[in-house]
């Protein structure tokens, strides 16, 4: 049976507590159980400290970060056990992507590098 690839969008919220190194070790270990496993990321964007909608376990702000990636179908099983297992984990969601919402990232994302590189180039010209 031919395992069929999928593009998805990865949502995990961290324990606030962690400190830099440890929430970039925590991001590459899944990352790098996503290649492992014959996945592709496509984008990556640790977002940082933001604050919950509602407290989770008693935390009222958490470390976010979203990976979009390809990989097999068969892949989110060993990542939920993955994640389910891991302590430093608040919160994580996997959300498959149609060619739509593919669509709408790729042009979010270039909006947002243009934008910054126009906001760049007006700061470099006042200076």
Do not use: C
């Not at 992507?97 to 593919?102: E, I, P, S, V």
């Not at 910054?116 to 007006?122: D, F, I, L, P, Y």
């Amino acid at each position: 049976m031919a395992t069929n690839i999928q593009n998805y969008e990865m949502m995990l919220i961290f324990t606030p507590v962690l400190a830099e190194e440890d929430f970039k070790s925590a991001q590459k270990k899944f990352t790098s159980l996503i290649k492992e496993h014959g996945g592709e990321i496509e984008h990556e964007n640790a977002w940082g400290l933001r604050s919950l909608a509602y407290p989770i376990q008693k935390k009222t702000t958490g470390l976010y970060y979203l990976v979009e990636y390809n990989a097999p179908t068969d892949l989110n099983a060993k990542l939920e056990t993955q994640l389910n297992r891991d302590e430093t984990i608040m919160r994580h969601m996997i959300t498959h992507l149609d060619k739509f919402a593919l669509e709408y990232t790729k042009r979010k994302r270039n909006a947002k590098a243009k934008s910054e590189a126009e906001t760049a180039k007006a700061e470099e010209a006042a200076s």
